[in-house]
Structure formats: structure tokens, C-alpha cells
């Protein structure tokens, strides 16, 4: 079955560290694949995405990902973490007509 | 441009009532999604048109549950009879679908629906 995972359900950061929120895949084909954070009360908003190239993908506010074929994995990343970066991020794979989101990822960034 | 827009912001029903919710697109695309999200169950694709035509349903939970997009802006998804399990935020998301496919969603603010 094809499937995303995002192992860990929170991460902490202090504020200036680098961050890295981890995504792996499982699919069939060439997916493409996507980076969404969701802020309180709101709807997801697009971060980022990789469709082919370069495996360094860069995006709004200062996130990256980087893909890697051979351990199937998409992990987001930022240099140096905001306390507004504080959010529920989702990472998503599309194969095909099907869309595949994870289980999400909560991010916290102390002052 | 407004985003994709999605009423009502919150629903409080009673169970066995029927629910619509509503969402318009965002002018110009072509792709519609229905999401919903649940702490249990996180975020669910539901049903999925392109083009005013539904490419992916395997998401709807069973026949209570009905999507439809009567012209190219606008789709509404509803719930007949809905019942308590159903409380959830349904998002609506739009996306201008290309050949590649390689296109992200804008996602509405979604539609808070308790079922009493």
C-alpha cells in the first residue's frame, strides 16, 4: 500500500537552532511531493514541493527540503528556527491521481 | 484574489439533520478537494474533481456522504443523515490542475461541524 510517514508526532527546537522534520514515503512510480504547514484555526498553506532536479528544494519563509531517492525520504528543514515557525506541518505525496498526506508533525520553537 | 471561500465557518446540527457545506474555488482553477480532519484520524482526502469531475471518491466514508460540483466554482459537500461521528473540520482546497500535475492546493479555512 502506498503510504507517508511522519515518525515523530512533536519536535522541539530552541529558537535559532536548526529544525528537521522528518518525512519517508512508500509509493510505486515518481511521486511528487509537497510540504504543508497548517497554523491554529486555519487551513493548510503550501511550503514547498519537489517534482524533479535538484534534490535541495528551497521555499517560503525560509524552509527547505530535501529529497532523497534512495531512502525514500523528503525531510523539511530550516537553519535557524523561529518561535513563529510554532505549527502542525503535513507532508504529502502525489502519485498518479492520488493524493497522500501524513500524519502531521508538531512543531514547537522556545524562546 | 479571496482565497477559497467555505461556509458556513461552524455548523451545530442534530444528529439525523441533513448538512451542506459550501466552498468556492479560487477563480481560475480547475481542481477541487474535499478534506477532513479529526484528532483521531488527522487529515482525510475525501473526494477529489478535476474539471467538474470526480477522479477519486475512494475517500467518502459510506453513502451518507455526497459531493457535487454544479458548475466550475463551486462544489458542496453534504451529509444526510449526519450523526455524531461526523463532527469533524472539513477543509476545501483548490489547485490549477496542469498535465504534469505537480500542482500545491489552496486550502480554505474550513467548516468547524458538531453533531449533537
Known amino acids: 500500500a502506498q503510504s507517508v510517514a511522519q515518525p515523530e508526532d512533536q519536535v522541539n527546537v530552541a529558537e535559532g537552532n536548526p529544525l528537521t522534520v522528518k518525512c519517508t514515503y512508500s509509493v510505486s512510480g515518481n511521486p511528487y511531493l509537497f510540504w504543508y504547514v497548517q497554523y491554529p484555526n486555519r487551513g493548510l498553506q503550501f511550503l514547498l514541493k519537489y517534482i524533479t532536479g535538484d534534490n535541495l528544494v528551497k521555499g517560503s519563509y525560509g524552509f527547505e527540503a530535501e529529497f532523497n531517492k534512495s531512502q525514500t525520504s523528503f525531510h523539511l528543514k530550516k537553519p535557524s528556527a523561529l518561535v513563529s515557525d510554532s505549527a502542525l506541518y503535513f507532508c504529502a505525496v502525489r502519485v498518479l491521481v492520488r493524493y497522500i498526506f501524513g500524519t502531521g508533525t508538531r512543531l514547537k520553537v522556545l524562546a | 484574489d479571496a482565497g477559497v471561500i467555505q461556509s458556513p465557518r461552524h455548523e451545530v446540527t442534530e444528529m439525523g439533520q441533513e448538512v451542506t457545506l459550501r466552498c468556492k474555488l479560487i477563480?481560475?482553477?480547475?481542481?477541487l478537494f474535499w478534506y477532513r480532519q479529526t484528532m483521531m484520524r488527522g487529515l482525510e482526502l475525501l473526494i477529489y474533481f478535476n474539471n467538474n469531475v470526480p477522479i477519486d471518491d475512494s475517500g467518502m466514508p459510506e453513502d451518507r456522504f455526497s459531493a457535487k460540483m454544479p458548475n466550475a466554482s463551486f462544489s458542496t459537500l453534504k451529509i444526510q443523515p449526519s450523526e455524531p461521528r461526523d463532527s469533524a473540520v472539513y477543509f476545501c482546497?483548490?489547485?490549477?490542475?496542469?498535465?504534469?500535475?505537480?500542482?500545491?492546493?489552496?486550502f480554505g479555512p474550513g467548516t468547524r461541524l458538531t453533531v449533537t
Open positions: 477563480s481560475g482553477h480547475n481542481s
Open positions: 482546497a483548490s489547485s490549477l490542475s496542469t498535465s504534469g500535475g505537480a500542482d500545491e492546493q489552496y
